[in-house]
């Protein structure tokens, strides 16, 4: 069995997604307001700029789209949408707002999206389980 050759623009966006779910672990059991946790934060937001910046070179026929933009990229719009939103009411020491927009950015972009994203019925989710020889 072969296992499917991953485009330079897939594998980047999938290794920046584990690696933001990983980050964004780490940010929500760690201390908060030190220095580690807004250099992990600044991590956290590159990695989100590069999982939201590679998505849009993914594209799908297999669903309803445009363009081979589906309805999942629109994770990509909320995610470029609120990331300024998170380093804005952080840098205003507005912690409530802060924390709100990233848990919602989090669970939405990262979490909602990536259940959707490793369906085997979609492309990186097919790529995925047949490369773990647990589909064909």
């Known amino acids: 069995m072969t296992s499917p050759v991953w485009p330079a623009h897939i594998l980047i966006h999938a290794l920046?997604?584990?690696a933001a779910l990983l980050v964004g672990i780490l940010q929500f059991a760690g201390a908060k307001g030190t220095t580690a946790h807004?250099?992990?934060?600044?991590?956290?937001?590159?990695?989100?700029?590069?999982?939201a910046g590679t998505s849009v070179f993914i594209r799908d026929v297999g669903l309803p789209n445009i363009a081979g933009y589906t309805p999942i990229h629109?994770?990509?719009?909320?995610?470029?949408?609120?990331?300024?939103v998170?380093?804005?009411?952080?840098?205003r020491g507005d912690v409530a707002g802060h924390r709100r927009a990233v848990r919602n950015l989090f669970f939405g972009a990262l979490v909602l999206a990536g259940v959707f994203t490793l369906l085997p019925?979609?492309?990186?989710?097919h790529m995925l389980?047949?490369?773990?020889?647990?589909v064909g």
């Open 74 to 84: 629109l994770f990509t719009l909320l995610t470029l949408a609120t990331l300024p």
């Open 129 to 134: 389980w047949s490369a773990l020889g647990l």
């Open 16 to 18: 920046a997604a584990g």
């Open 38 to 51: 807004r250099a992990l934060g600044w991590t956290w937001v590159a990695l989100m700029l590069v999982v």
């Open 121 to 125: 019925s979609r492309r990186i989710g």
């Open 86 to 91: 998170i380093v804005m009411r952080a840098r």
